[in-house]
């Protein structure tokens, strides 16, 4: 069995925390697979594919209050899992949520995504 590089597994992950922080729906894409699976965590479907997730993140963008903190990032095999806590603009106004994120990444992509609130 061959090693993995953590930081080349954790690169992805970084750069799309970037371009989510930036809301640069450009610079987000790349790192998500085309067949990508975006789940709330444990098993419900949020987005198949990359194009259903550039959809739901186009929305989200549009959010002028929107940010990503690292809390805790843990790198395991080719699985990331992050702590966060993030700024949103909901309808009721300026507030944040703790999220935590599991990104499985192969050949330099997400291949699934879950998230679950705190």
Same mark, same amino acid.
């Given at each position: 069995?061959?090693?993995?590089?953590?930081?080349?597994?954790?690169?992805?992950?970084?750069?799309?925390?970037?371009?989510?922080?930036?809301?640069?729906?450009?610079?987000?894409?790349?790192?998500?697979?085309?067949?990508?699976?975006?789940?709330?965590?444990?098993?419900?479907?949020?987005?198949?594919?990359?194009v259903e997730i550039? =959809?739901?993140?186009?929305e989200r963008f549009? /959010?002028?209050?929107?940010?990503?903190? $690292?809390?805790?990032?843990?790198? @395991?095999? !080719?699985?990331?899992?992050?702590? =966060?806590?993030?700024?949103?603009?909901?309808? /009721?106004?300026?507030?944040?949520?703790? $999220?935590?994120?599991?990104?499985? @990444?192969? !050949?330099?992509?997400?291949?699934?995504?879950?998230?679950?609130?705190?």
């Amino acid at each position: 069995m061959g090693t993995i590089d953590r930081a080349e597994i954790e690169l992805p992950v970084q750069r799309q925390l970037e371009a989510y922080n930036a809301r640069d729906i450009e610079a987000f894409m790349p790192w998500w697979a085309d067949d990508c699976q975006y789940y709330a965590f444990p098993s419900t479907l949020l987005a198949g594919g990359a194009v259903e997730i550039r =959809e739901r993140h186009i929305e989200r963008f549009k /959010e002028p209050d929107l940010h990503g903190t $690292v809390l805790t990032r843990i790198v @395991v095999g !080719n699985v990331v899992i992050d702590h =966060e806590t993030v700024a949103r603009t909901f309808p /009721e106004g300026k507030g944040e949520v703790d $999220v935590v994120c599991i990104y499985e @990444v192969e !050949n330099g992509k997400f291949k699934i995504s879950e998230q679950r609130h705190l």
